[in-house]
């Protein structure tokens, strides 16, 4: 059984930086991607950044030239590294991944992790 271990997060300082891990973990063939999605309350849940197993890289806008996202295909484990953070609300950064389970066709499944909350806040 696949899971998404979560770790990093926090409170930091507006301006500072904070480095969220996300590993997947179980019986897994493949990455097709890894990314995270930020919920603040009342807010729907939104892209942040997405990294695909061959390294190509989807940023949204707002956090464009202040996150970095990268992969370690080999420990199967994502990284955001989050510079220059604003004061924004608290938001839960969800990590998700496209996993592909085995070399057979259709088992690639979708996994979210329970979340780590972020707060930029002095």
């Known amino acids: 059984q696949v899971q998404l271990v979560e770790s990093g997060g926090g409170l930091a300082q507006p301006g500072g930086s904070l480095r969220l891990s996300c590993a997947a973990t179980?019986?897994?063939?493949?990455?097709?991607?890894m990314g995270w999605y930020r919920q603040a309350p009342g807010k729907v849940r939104e892209l942040v950044a997405r990294?695909?197993?061959?390294?190509?890289?989807t940023y949204a806008d707002t956090v464009k030239g202040r996150f970095t996202i990268s992969l370690d295909n080999v420990e199967k484990t994502v990284y955001l590294q989050m510079n220059s953070l604003r004061p924004e609300a608290p938001a839960v950064y969800y990590c998700?991944?496209?996993?592909?389970?085995?070399?057979?066709?259709?088992?690639?499944?979708?996994?979210w992790g329970s979340g780590s909350k972020v707060t930029a806040s002095s």
């Open positions: 990294v695909t197993g061959g390294g190509s890289t």
């Open positions: 179980g019986t897994i063939f493949s990455i097709n991607f």
């Open positions: 998700n991944a496209g996993i592909k389970l085995s070399p057979k066709k259709g088992t690639g499944r979708n996994y």
